[in-house]
């Protein structure tokens, strides 16, 4: 079966630079979720959005925005990266709006910051 | 939003039942529970969800109390594999809020 796919896994920037971090959900998902999860730490949700609106946010910084295209897939963008931004990044799609639906999860990116 | 509280560790032998406890005692009448684990830095993986009667999967059980305000997962037979952190999350809108969480260890 199909499932969440991110790219890439794996990504090294330099403090200042700029990261774009892509999620592809499942077909016919139409929610996707953004969380952040830094060394020894829990999931933080950052952002979500259904059927390309965003639905909720939570601690995302001002630094990174994000997006949900009309194929449903979804874009975070990081801008003036930090050292402390180095964390793993995982997205999650769910197919329905409400309350009594499961996500799942990608693998993750691996952001690193120098 | 109601909140969970879970035991920070747990340990399981091999071939026994993991049982693992959750406390959500705010839980609003519409909120469901479920249950996520995480396996060393991998992607949460869903394992079960349930509103108010017990569910079971391929994976686990869910027994969720009369009054709701506790859940118990039951992985029958625990397996090495299963080692990992366990996330009890009440859903109440639109993402999931991932607490500490229980570190489930299968002991050989």
């Known amino acids: 079966a199909a499932g969440v796919i991110q790219s890439p896994r794996h990504l090294i920037k330099e403090k200042r630079e700029t990261a774009t971090l892509k999620c592809y959900p499942i077909?016919?998902?139409?929610?996707v979720y953004w969380y952040q999860q830094g060394p020894g730490q829990d999931p933080q949700f950052l952002i979500s959005?259904?059927?390309?609106?965003?639905?909720d946010k939570g601690s995302i910084p001002d630094r990174f925005s994000a997006q949900q295209f009309s194929d449903y897939h979804s874009e975070l963008n990081m801008s003036s990266l930090e050292l402390g931004d180095s964390a793993l990044y995982f997205c999650?799609?769910?197919?329905?709006?409400?309350?009594?639906?499961?996500?799942?999860f990608g693998q993750g990116t691996r952001l690193t910051v120098v | 939003d109601a909140k969970t509280t879970q035991p920070p560790s747990m340990d399981c032998a091999e071939g026994r039942a993991a049982n693992l406890p959750c406390n959500h005692s705010?839980?609003?009448?519409?909120?469901?529970v479920y249950w996520y684990r995480q396996i060393h830095s991998q992607g949460p993986q869903y394992i079960i969800h349930?509103?108010?009667n017990n569910e079971t999967n391929e994976m686990a059980s869910l027994i969720i109390t009369e009054d709701r305000k506790s859940s118990t997962l039951i992985l029958p037979h625990a397996t090495l594999r299963d080692t990992a952190v366990y996330y009890c999350?009440?859903?109440?809108?639109?993402?999931?809020?991932f607490g500490p969480g229980t570190r489930l260890s299968v002991l050989p």
């Open positions: 999650a799609s769910s197919g329905g709006h409400g309350r009594s639906t499961e996500a799942f």
């Open positions: 077909p016919r998902h139409d929610t």
């Open positions: 959005f259904y059927e390309k609106m965003q639905s």
């Open positions: 705010t839980i609003s009448g519409n909120e469901y």
């Open positions: 349930g509103l108010k």
């Open positions: 999350i009440v859903n109440y809108g639109q993402n999931f809020v």
